[in-house]
């Protein structure tokens, strides 16, 4: 079966459970092509599934964590993270260095190289998305993103509502 066909298989699956509406679903597809975009990265760049996962929770971070808090965020033991971290360190993905504020803490950096192969990656389709948002007008693209943004809110909030603690 086709990755096309296998998501409308997904969908009509999920539809069972929940009724929304045709933005909604259209919506959910985009959550599950971003599934198969980090997967295809992750891919690419030769990491497993958590290492990337380790990688995005790197990027996101607004300071530095150490491993201690990345195993926590990815629901590891510590001892599993310190790994992680050493196969992320070992490969060129990231470095350890001693934190500012606290020259006893050691925190994790993404490598400047990394990101920029990661960022690489993602060019063609950025451009693709520019192509697209071409169609519309300036007015169209306006509420889509006012739209999206309202929309990322809501996810990240049911996120976090789904998180315990």
Not at 137 to 150: G, H, K, P
Request: zero cysteines.
């Amino acid at each position: 079966m086709s990755e096309r066909g296998q998501d409308e298989a997904v969908e009509r699956r999920e539809r069972g459970y929940v009724d929304a509406s045709e933005v909604s679903w259209a919506v959910r597809a985009l959550q599950r092509a971003q599934i198969e975009l980090d997967r295809a990265l992750a891919d690419q760049m030769g990491l497993r599934a958590l290492d990337y996962a380790a990688m995005i929770f790197l990027l996101q971070s607004t300071r530095p964590p150490g491993p201690v808090e990345l195993a926590t965020w990815l629901g590891i033991s510590t001892g599993s993270g310190t790994e992680l971290a050493d196969r992320l360190e070992h490969s060129g993905h990231l470095h350890r260095r001693r934190a500012v504020d606290d020259r006893r803490r050691i925190v994790l950096e993404l490598d400047h190289d990394a990101v920029a192969a990661m960022v690489d990656r993602l060019r063609p389709l950025f451009a693709d998305l520019e192509r697209v948002a071409d169609t519309f007008t300036e007015d169209e693209r306006a509420v889509i993103a006012r739209y999206l943004d309202a929309v990322t809110d809501r996810t990240r909030a049911h996120a976090a509502s789904l998180r315990p603690g």
